[in-house]
């Protein structure tokens, strides 16, 4: 990215599925194939940043490398192999970076904004009350530093695609199975909810959310029917939570190769992409509002 004038304009990009959180939460461990994978894709990454000779830089890791006993072990040696120095960032460090990285999709009328990430291993939820902004803010949102002064609430839960699908097997999810994923996760969610009573807080409001996370870009590329992932389709686009149902109904009434056909879906988060769908599903029977907006953008915004 390259800073111009209040945004960014992308230079160079590159995305890859590594799953590196895969079986840690049994094992305790990030696993020698899941650490190969992740080399391999940020040996690629280390050859941008020469190639574009970036002067300065901050890496992040996430929950994965959180968790995991050898995640600092891992970390030093992707340094001692590419030179690349990663920090492990904090929950709620992570949770604020994200809500900065969106913020100028934060729709300025709404009482109150759930902005959530669902990951691979940790999910972040943040409540904003923008009711706190004076009347002459409101329309300010491009100021990240003031809605962060907005939030009132933020978790982090310990569950992600990686880490629901492997716990229900997402390759084979029929209704029974879903509705225990979302039951898990509604089990994660109810301390949140009795600790802040945001259920109470929404009623006769203007709410809406904003989804930062494949999860949600997925379900937008599904709904709109492209015939290849389009982030200027995609990013800040509106989905009606009637649309977000269709579309997970459709999905759950697809086979595993159906899901793989979906362009927007692929094979590889085939049996990543009904986790998130219950992890959606679960914060917006909780905490039910009219839509939702979808943001490609997040914690790495949120770093620069």
Request: neutral net charge; proline residues 2%.
């Amino acid at each position: 990215h390259r800073l111009v004038g209040r945004g960014f304009k992308v230079i160079d990009a590159f995305s890859r599925i590594i799953r590196l959180g895969e079986g840690v939460t049994t094992s305790g461990l990030l696993s020698e194939a899941a650490m190969t994978r992740t080399v391999d894709a940020l040996r690629v990454c280390a050859a941008k940043i020469g190639r574009h000779q970036v002067r300065r830089s901050r890496l992040v890791a996430t929950e994965a490398c959180r968790i995991a006993q050898n995640g600092e072990e891992f970390l030093k040696r992707v340094t001692r192999e590419l030179g690349l120095g990663i920090e492990i960032v904090d929950r709620e460090t992570e949770a604020r970076l994200a809500v900065a990285g969106c913020a100028s999709l934060i729709e300025a009328n709404a009482d109150l904004v759930l902005v959530f990430d669902i990951g691979g291993g940790s999910s972040e939820l943040i409540w904003l009350d923008l009711s706190r902004r004076r009347s002459n803010q409101r329309r300010t949102l491009a100021d990240r530093i003031d809605v962060q002064n907005c939030i009132v609430a933020w978790t982090s839960l310990p569950v992600g695609v990686v880490t629901l699908a492997e716990r229900f097997d997402g390759r084979f999810v029929d209704q029974a199975i879903f509705e225990s994923m979302v039951g898990h996760v509604t089990s994660l969610l109810d301390p949140f909810e009795r600790e802040h009573g945001i259920g109470q807080r929404l009623v006769g409001r203007a709410v809406h959310m904003l989804g930062t996370s494949g999860t949600v870009t997925t379900l937008a590329g599904v709904h709109l029917g492209l015939p290849r992932y389009d982030r200027n389709r995609v990013d800040g686009c509106w989905l009606e939570t009637s649309d977000i149902s269709r579309v997970i109904e459709t999905l759950l009434q697809s086979t595993q190769e159906q899901r793989i056909a979906q362009p927007c879906i692929g094979r590889e988060r085939a049996d990543l992409v009904l986790a998130g769908c219950a992890i959606l599903d679960a914060l917006l029977r909780l905490w039910p509002c009219e839509r939702l907006r979808v943001a490609d953008r997040g914690l790495r915004e949120g770093i620069l």
